[in-house]
């Protein structure tokens, strides 16, 4: 039998080259780039109790994805990224759902670090300030409250550490936006410069409905302030609600300063409340992570029909070197990486994929590594509509061509399988072709089975390689033929009904 190391794929190397890269965090927040945040007294409590009827959904609305993580994710991701002591999301509807979610984030992790997360519920809601009601008892006497809303996904750490900072240890920060069209929202009115009050649409005045400055649903406040306030709401307005927003009003009588603090980035603090809107922020969010890539370099054919998501564990990090190019429509998940002048063709879906320097993916290819992980090559060629799934392991200038579908497979340097052909828990060596249509069966029913083909080997078309089974090296299979016996190196091995000619044959005719 050959050497082993004959059939190895060449370990796939770090290569010297500069990548740039972006993840889930550099995606919602810009704090790593930007000094990094000190542990501090804060607590951020992330109120996600409401019903989101617009969505007209049996899932919660938090639950909802957006770059395919839960939004609620988004929201809890970027605040960890402030390393607050705890963080205290309120549940109502489907909290059982939402706590579950929660807790599989926990689980997995290397999100964020969520030792300090805990939920409480909410039943029945009866407003945002009812909502931040049910904090109080685990919310200490000291440090910062951070109230944030679950559904507003694109919120970033530095915005947040700006208005934290803002609050210092005496002051209400409130996080406001000016607004084209301000229906709906609570107005924020000032007497001169100085904050007065959140007046909410349903109970404004005509006057008041024209003031476009809004508040964001998004405050830092002394929990020392924050608790007396709480305990001091009324549902005395049009809604029965308690109103988080009317502690302005005891700020203001209190003699406590009140800051604004402006973003002018709307998306950053726009709440998903029906598909559309979840559409649209999907789209705002992708095209800023396409502007981030072609700021390091990456060449994209059009950054509007560009996608990179979370696979289900979370994950979200592409990784590029330099000179990468990436035509139109193409989805990224989990974590990929793509080496120095890798081009990756039109409409390829590619998760959890290590593409080499050099490499070319031609349109349409599937490739999803899930857990094993998928490597192409330097050099190699992929699709078009090839499908690498799973522990597929091309190793240099290793061809896969239209129609083909490799799993569990190693394929050594410059081994082609061009057309038509499943790869499955195979061992191929060193140029090693491979006929269009061959099937590796690998699968009797009940356990799969390797098939080794050894270097130099040629698999004639349409030929069914029956597991387990060795082709020795150099050998030659010749087209249509069944092998479900190994053959020794150098050999033809031909399987299949002799071609018969008979001569002057008479072809039967019609009575
Ligand atoms: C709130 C603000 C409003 C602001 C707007 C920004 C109040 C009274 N008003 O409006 O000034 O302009 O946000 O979007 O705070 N929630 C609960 N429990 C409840 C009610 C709501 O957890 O009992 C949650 C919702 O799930 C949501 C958030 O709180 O995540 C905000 O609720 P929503 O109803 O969207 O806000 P409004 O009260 O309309
Ligand atoms: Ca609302």
């Known amino acids: 039998m050959e050497s082993a190391s004959r059939q190895t794929v060449q370990p796939i190397s770090e290569t010297a080259e500069s990548y740039v890269g972006l993840s889930a965090r550099d995606a919602s927040g810009a704090v790593r780039s930007a000094q990094e945040p000190v542990p501090q007294a804060l607590s951020v409590v992330i109120m996600a109790a409401g019903k989101g009827t617009r969505m007209k959904s049996t899932r919660p609305k938090v639950l909802h994805r957006l770059a395919g993580r839960a939004l609620l994710a988004h929201v809890v991701g970027t605040a960890a990224q402030l390393l607050p002591r705890q963080m205290v999301v309120i549940t109502g509807h489907g909290a059982i759902e ?37 904090a109080v008892p685990v919310l200490p006497d000291d440090g910062v409250c951070l109230v944030l809303n679950g559904d507003v996904p694109l919120i970033q750490a530095d915005t947040l550490q700006a208005l934290v900072a803002s609050c210092g240890a005496d002051k209400l920060a409130l996080l406001t936006v000016v607004m084209p069209d301000a229906t709906g929202y609570g107005r924020i009115v000032r007497s001169g410069n100085a904050v007065q009050a959140i007046v909410e649409h349903k109970d404004a005045s005509a006057a008041l409905r024209e003031i476009r400055e809004i508040y964001t649903g998004v405050m830092a406040v002394p929990n020392r302030l924050l608790k007396p306030w709480l305990a001091r709401l009324s549902n005395d307005n049009t809604q029965n609600e308690f109103y988080l927003t009317d502690i302005v009003k005891f700020a203001v009588v209190d003699g406590v300063s009140v800051v604004a603090q402006q973003t002018t980035d709307t998306a950053q603090v726009d709440g998903v409340n029906s598909p559309v809107q979840l559409a649209q922020l999907e789209r705002t969010h992708q095209l800023r992570q396409a502007h981030a890539l072609m700021e390091a370099g990456v060449r994209l054919t059009d950054p509007a029909r560009f996608d990179l998501r979370a696979d289900s564990r979370g994950t979200c990090e592409l990784v590029c070197a330099q000179d990468v190019e990436i035509d139109l429509g193409c989805i990224f998940e989990g974590r990929v990486s793509l080496g120095q002048g890798a081009r990756i063709g039109a409409h390829c879906i590619i998760a959890n994929a290590r593409i080499e320097a050099g490499a070319v993916i031609h349109p349409f290819s599937h490739i999803d590594g899930e857990v094993l992980g998928v490597q192409v090559g330097q050099g190699a060629m992929v699709g078009p509509f090839a499908r690498l799934r799973p522990g597929a392991h091309l190793g240099e200038d290793v061809h896969i061509g239209n129609f083909v579908e490799v799993k569990n497979s190693t394929l050594a340097q410059g081994a082609k399988a061009n057309h038509l052909t499943y790869l499955g828990d195979a061992t191929v060596g060193e140029r090693v072709n491979i006929g269009a249509g061959t099937i590796t069966a690998n699968y009797d029913g009940a356990n799969k089975h390797r ?61």
């Open 98 to 134: 939402v706590e579950a979610a929660l807790a599989v984030l926990i689980r997995a992790g290397d999100q964020f670090d969520a030792k300090n997360l805990s939920c409480v519920r909410q039943e029945p809601q009866l407003g945002t300030g009812h909502a931040v009601q049910q």
């Open 451 to 511: 098939t080794v083909i050894e270097a130099d080997v040629h698999i004639g078309s349409n030929s069914v390689l029956v597991a387990p089974v060795t082709i020795g090296a150099g050998g030659t299979v010749g087209a249509g033929s069944v092998v479900t016996k190994s053959t020794p190196p150098g050999a033809l091995t031909v399987v299949r009904g002799k071609t018969v000619g008979v001569e002057g044959w008479i072809r039967p005719v019609k009575r």
